[in-house]
Nanobody
Framework: QVELAESGGGSVHVGGSLRLSCVAS????MGWFRQVPGKEREFVAG????????YYARSVRGRFTISRDNSKNTVYLQMNDLKPEDTAVYFC??????????????????WGQGTQVTVSS
């Protein structure tokens, strides 16, 4: 089991920005999901450990940027131009190696505790 420590999140107005961080106890493919009450967890973004490939959900492409610092086993999610529909609990995830099913929550056994992001109009 890999430990994940999230930080960041909070409340902003529409058009604002926030940055989430997540530290893993080992080098892994890492990413973010989000969830609102009554809905399934939704893939947001992912980043490979090797090669630098990044993956995004269509709903956040162009507004969110995922990056990582491999020396710190840390992944960042910079969220710009936030919208009310981005309001959710955001979860950091990690898995050993890349999977073509990276956008499915069942592909991950390692989850962070979640951090709330609230965007108000």
């Amino acid at each position: 089991q890999v430990e994940l420590a999230e930080s960041g999140g909070g409340s902003v107005h529409v058009g604002g920005s926030l940055r989430l961080s997540c530290v893993a106890s080992a080098p892994m493919f890492m990413g973010w999901f989000r969830q609102v009450p009554g809905k399934e967890r939704e893939f947001v973004a992912g980043h490979s450990h090797n090669g630098g490939a990044a993956y995004y959900a269509r709903s956040v492409r162009g507004r969110f940027t995922i990056s990582r610092d491999n020396s710190k086993n840390t992944v960042y999610l910079q969220m710009n131009d936030l919208k009310p529909e981005d309001t959710a609990v955001y979860f950091c995830v990690a898995r050993r190696g890349f999977s073509v099913q990276y956008s499915l929550p069942t592909s991950y056994v390692n989850w962070g505790q979640g951090t709330q992001v609230t965007v108000s109009s």
